[in-house]
């Protein structure tokens, strides 16, 4: 009798992969109170945008040069598509920081919230339009329950819920770029920081220049506008290493844990939570969890598909 060939299952994650995939989210649902701060000392989102991308240039190079991506962060710049998407990249993401961080320090927490939560649902539709790829039933509810969420934020508002929408938008746009970017992660981050970084540079200085600004007026507004700038690099990149390691349905699941709070943020300060704000929130946290238990049903099919054919 022939020996029965040993059946090799997928590798599970290593636990330090679950670690900085969870950091990365919590550092981002934290991150609306380190701008709430630096709001708190006058400062703009212009110019808390300015310093966030400027400071976060030392802490990406750092990362390049870790991961021995130096010769491809150069070769860039030689390569005019990609430098061109990456700029495209830069101004998307640019809009996205700076209507969040205008957001939550005009009492529009709740609306990040939202804009968050419907960012992955946004994104299954872009992907359908735009890539072809294919939308089961699953998808198609969760889609439709979106949909009607926003609808009910728009009534309770009583106008289209433009930061969530904006927010949604700019970051599903940012997305898409990065999907046809021939550069690694740690490599465009690094580019993208740059070419908002040194613009963001020269704008601070004219504000300095003018009397205008508020990183000079002291250590703690100085202080704080350089930790934006690491607390904008840090969580990008412990993100971009733990979805390269993590099941997609492990990624899927933890994408909702910055909204969530956030959500309990903008409720705890106070932001006023009508029954038709709420019904609004419950339509898109249960579009969320039928995504969510898509991407883990997606999860389980892979290996049954594979365990024949190994």
Known sequence: MAPTPPVHTPPSPPPIAFAAGLMAYLIWGFIPLVFQVIGGYGVGPWETLAHRTFWAIPVAGLFVWMAGQGDQALAVFRKPRVLGLLALSSLLIAANWVVFIWAVNNERVLQTSL???INPLLNMAAGALLFRERIDRTAQIAIALAVVGVALQALALGRLPWVSLTLAASFCGYG??????AADAQTGLFIECLLLGIPGAV????????????????VAPAAWLIFSGLATAIPLVLFAWAARRLPLSAMGFMQFLAPSMTFVMGVLQGEALTPLNMASFVFI??????????LWRASRRVPAAVAPVV
């Open 115 to 117: 804009g968050y939560f």
């Open 176 to 181: 898409i770029v990065r999907k046809r970017v």
């Open 203 to 218: 704008f601070a200085i004219w504000l300095a220049q003018a009397g205008a600004d508020h990183f000079t007026q002291g």
């Open 285 to 294: 946290w249960i579009g969320a969890g039928v995504f969510a238990y898509g």
